[in-house]
């Protein structure tokens, strides 16, 4: 680093070009490109020739960067006018393909396709389904294929998946319908990385294999929900897939070994300086394993710092730790901005910034007591971040932590890689394996049980930035010397994120939220101090389940830690799917569901017409079905009229026309319904003209699925709502959509991709309707 680059190379400097590149992710949308552009060049001309200036130019710098890059790639997605086509590419696999029974989820890059040509080079998510083709990284297929723009569901507490396409760089997401030739293969690094876990898993078997696999190789493929889960109560996640602490191990192995051989041979410092030698093994040592990690964030990290550590002393000049966090986040960004979504930036760079401002300087401490306090440091430090971006936090993470580290970085690892080492042979790589997974093995019994003690984590409902940012500044107080003034009342600024404020529901009012689960239907119903679940969106036995990724995140982001009562309206599996992940994650009181929607193992209760109670003077009441005459199941389903505050609200199952005619006949004119539920997400067969004009809806609400495969809803139901003065809103356009039933009429609470409108998401088309 030369003396005239080491003005503009401060430290502030660095953090300020990273704040404003974590600032411009909360826009709602991008500015111009050419603004973007125009702004870069600017601000860098201020930087470099105003030194006064130079802070906020760096942070003017960051913003308009990370604009620039984040617009090329959202213009580098599959256009929304060609979204839901098929046609073929050929495809280089270059992930670790993920593989479930007879289902593949992988990573391709299109070589060459006629009829994709604006996605030639570029990257895309896909599923390949019921097949018996075995997938590896490298490959290269020709396949036939049927895209869409990168898409997902958006609730409260759920996982963001445009986001992480818009991460990830893909420019599509679909799926396999055919395979039309083997290309051939490209021998990649982590085609290398696939073939040695299949060794590992060949030799030990896949359970014994899931943590040799995932600690030397970043290959997490084997772990089941169940282990994340314990991980995450535990507070060790960040060791699994190979943390930052691990390449430094093979970093300082490395440089250990140049160090033992100039030992042997002293005359090697006559060729080659023996500083310049270690500092160039260390770096390379770091890069080849990060790249063997796959380039987790964790990895790249460390390898950066160790970078810059090592580049100031080839080059002679002084590097503090503070100053190679700054550039190796600086570095980090400037190749890829969008990084800093991902919650592994903030905790991995976060964590050394914690240690390095609270750590004490002094020596002569011994090793436990600055253990101690590291881990003191990273927990209540990084405190706030966990609980922002997971809703949770574990209470014996910290003394997990003093075992796990020592047991697993100095002891499981190294014998995990050692194996790796000698995988030509075997019988010996073997031995390291087993001896890795075995001590793995003997830890992880001691987890599991650690896991189930009732006070080990707590789950926090969703905090606003507002409080996450509070939060940082009193964990940052805590920390600070008991002699600074105020240092204790930092506790009190934790108290808005462990505490935050909760939707307050008056007596005789409701709450009713219908989620984004794609095609199906979850809708919650709250009162004062009862919830009802009715339906739980879709859900495969031992497989994906949207009780499980998205009814479950969202009741513990709202603070919903018991159903009163769940409804399960018919045995479709896009209404009943959800509801074994929502049993095993919330308490019940009872379940009520239509004949023969569930197993007669499941304990529940049948619904029928004319059921009645009352909940904080909030009216419910089964208007369906009256009898068990019919033998269609989506006739059978569960319609419940509910009233509170003078607002009348109906949830209507999977109804047709016909079932539809019959409630009409059955109640006559006392039936209405202000906001109601649209009969079997908009189909053809349902949502009658007589219908709609007896129900005479303000709001009507649609759960469908983008681009789902049945076109749901049909432009001519549309077209009916619509004309009957019906205001339609679709989970597709909105995402979460939450209404208020209150004496003044039916408010907006929140719709998520509109309130909480982030710059990678589709475009909606707002509803025209802001209350009612």
């Not at 990370?66 to 839901?84: C, F, T, V, Y």
């Not at 990830?168 to 396999?176: F, I, L, N, P, S």
């Not at 964790?298 to 002084?318: E, N």
């Not at 009190?492 to 794609?518: H, N, S, T």
């Amino acid at each position: 680093m030369t003396q005239r680059a080491q003005p503009y190379l401060r430290p502030v400097n660095l953090f300020a070009f990273a704040l404003g590149v974590a600032v411009l992710q909360r826009l709602p949308s991008l500015p111009d490109m050419g603004l973007s552009l125009f702004l870069m060049v600017l601000s860098a001309l201020l930087f470099l020739r105003y030194r006064r200036v130079a802070v906020l130019a760096a942070f003017l710098f960051g913003a308009a960067f990370a604009a620039w890059s984040s617009g090329i790639a959202l213009n580098q997605r599959l256009p929304m006018s060609e979204s839901g086509t098929r046609g073929q590419v050929i495809a280089e696999i270059t992930d670790l393909p993920q593989r479930d029974g007879n289902q593949w989820q992988f990573e391709a890059k299109i070589h060459r396709s006629g009829d994709f040509p604006s996605l030639v080079g570029r990257r895309i998510k896909l599923g390949w389904y019921r097949t018996d083709t075995l997938l590896r990284s490298g490959d290269i297929r020709h396949l036939e294929v049927t895209l869409r723009t990168p898409n997902g569901v958006y609730n409260p507490g759920g996982f963001d998946a445009e986001q992480r396409a818009l991460q990830k760089r893909w420019a599509a997401q679909g799926y396999v319908r055919k395979e039309i030739g083997h290309v051939g293969q490209k021998n990649t690094i982590d085609r290398f990385r696939d073939a040695l876990s299949g060794q590992i898993r060949r030799q030990l078997g896949e359970v014994t294999a899931r943590f040799v696999t995932a600690l030397a190789l970043g290959d997490t493929r084997l772990l089941q929900d169940a282990d994340w889960e314990v991980l995450r109560l535990t507070g060790i996640t960040h060791l699994i897939a190979i943390s930052g602490f691990h390449v430094g191990m093979v970093a300082m192995a490395a440089v250990w070994a140049v160090l033992f051989f100039y030992r042997l041979w002293p005359s090697l410092a006559l060729r080659w300086p023996q500083p310049t030698a270690t500092a160039w093994m260390a770096m390379l040592a770091a890069g080849m394993y990060a790249a063997f990690a796959g380039f987790a964030l964790p990895t790249v990290r460390t390898a950066l710092m160790i970078s810059v550590f090592m580049t100031c002393r080839l080059l002679g000049r002084h590097c503090t730790v503070t100053h190679a966090v700054a550039l190796s986040m600086a570095v980090m960004l400037l190749w890829d901005p969008i990084s800093i979504l991902t919650p592994g930036f903030w905790l991995s760079f976060g964590g050394v910034l914690l240690l390095i401002a609270f750590m004490p300087s002094e020596g002569g401490q011994g090793i436990f007591r600055p253990f101690m306090r590291a881990q003191c440091v990273a927990s209540l430090g990084l405190l706030p971040l966990t609980i922002g971006f997971f809703e949770q936090t574990t209470v014996i993470g910290p003394l997990v932590n003093l075992l796990a580290i020592p047991w697993i970085s100095l002891i499981v690892v190294p014998l995990a890689l050692l194996g790796c080492l000698f995988s030509g042979v075997p019988v010996i790589a073997e031995l390291f394996w087993q001896a890795g997974a075995m001590l793995m093995q003997v830890f992880w019994i001691l987890l599991q049980w650690l896991q189930t003690l009732p006070w080990s984590s707590r789950t926090i409902p969703e905090s606003s930035m507002a409080a996450v940012v509070i939060g940082l500044v009193g964990a940052c107080l805590l920390l600070m010397p008991g002699q600074v003034p105020g240092s204790r009342m930092g506790a009190l600024l934790l108290l808005p994120m462990l505490f935050p404020k909760m939707d307050y529901v008056p007596e005789g009012q409701l709450r009713v939220a219908m989620m984004d689960v794609g095609q199906g239907t979850a809708v919650l119903v709250r009162t004062k101090r009862h919830t009802l679940l009715y339906d739980t969106g879709a859900g495969l036995p031992g497989g994906f389940s949207r009780g499980q990724t998205t009814v479950l995140p969202a009741l513990r982001a709202l603070g919903v830690r018991h159903l009163d009562k769940v409804v399960v309206s018919h045995g479709d599996n896009d209404h009943a799917g959800g509801l074994t992940a929502v049993r095993d994650g919330v308490a019940i009181d009872r379940i009520d569901a239509s004949w023969r929607a569930l197993p007669a193992n499941v304990p529940h209760h049948e619904c029928l017409a004319g059921q009645y109670w009352q909940w904080d003077s909030v009216q419910f009441m089964y208007v369906w079905p009256i009898s068990r005459s019919n033998d269609n199941d989506n006739d059978q389903s569960c319609v419940l009229w509910i009233r509170g505050a003078g607002r009348s609200l109906l949830l209507t199952g999977d109804i047709s026309a016909e079932a539809e005619a019959q409630m009409l006949a059955h109640y006559g004119d006392w039936l209405r319904a202000e906001v109601l539920l649209v009969p079997h997400h908009g189909s053809a067969g349902s949502s009658s003209e007589a219908f709609i004009a007896a129900m005479k809806p303000g709001i009507a609400l649609i759960s469908s699925g983008f681009q789902n495969r049945f076109r749901h809803p049909r432009p001519d139901v549309l077209e009916r709502y619509r004309n009957a003065g019906a205001h339609t809103v679709n989970t597709v356009d909105t995402g979460w959509a939450e209404l208020a039933g209150t004496p003044e009429g039916w408010l907006w609470s929140r719709r998520t991709r509109l309130d909480d409108r982030r710059y990678w998401l589709r475009t909606p088309q707002e509803p025209s309707v802001n209350g009612y």
